[in-house]
């Protein structure tokens, strides 16, 4: 069993957290974000610190997902979170046009994927980087962007993450001469 939960978030300096009986909202630099705290977990703060109390035992689970919740919260608006997505392929092309992808992936028309609100996109040659304060929507569009041409086993060619590893396929073998 993992105790995740029992470990204290600690609050940098410039971060102001407001916890409420439904909701905990958090401040800082980079915006604020906002959770619904779960009735079976009590957030406590202290000092320049926030610690998580289950009600019962059967609640320990939701501990952990609490804490994480409010620690990937207090890193987002602090730091930001980003993921870089490489485009493999011949001819394939993304553009930046204001808040609009604009991509070219093989097929007999542009792609274009609008970028939701609260997130920032650079692109740099054939590297997408996605960034935001949001984890959990920082992924999802990284996702979402990815999901438009994977990369297929043969030749590599499609949107994949930077750090990923593509297993290649070999091809036919057919018959050894």
């Given amino acids: 069993m993992s105790r995740i939960g029992k470990q204290p978030v600690k609050i940098p300096s410039g971060v102001t957290v407001d916890v409420k009986d439904d909701a905990i909202t958090v401040n800082g630099s980079k915006g604020s974000l906002t959770q619904f705290t779960m009735p079976q977990v009590k957030v406590v703060q202290e000092n320049d610190e926030l610690v998580f109390q289950p009600n019962d035992d059967e609640a320990r689970s939701k501990q952990g997902l609490m804490r ?7 890193t987002g608006v602090s730091e930001g979170f980003e993921k870089k997505l490489e485009v493999n392929g011949v001819g394939f092309r993304v553009n930046l046009a204001g808040q609009d992808l604009k991509m070219y992936l093989g097929y007999s028309h542009e792609v274009v994927y609008k970028i939701p609100e609260g997130i920032n996109v650079k692109v740099e040659q054939n590297i997408i980087t996605v960034s935001g304060i949001s984890r959990q929507q920082v992924g999802q569009v990284a996702a ?3 999901s438009l041409k994977k990369p297929e086993p043969y030749k590599g060619k499609g949107i994949k993450y930077v750090d990923e590893r593509i297993i290649r396929k070999s091809g036919k073998s057919g018959k050894e001469k």
Avoid at 68 to 74: D, F, K, P, S, W
């Fill in 68 to 74: 994480t919740l409010v620690q990937n919260m207090v």
């Fill in 144 to 146: 979402e962007i990815r």
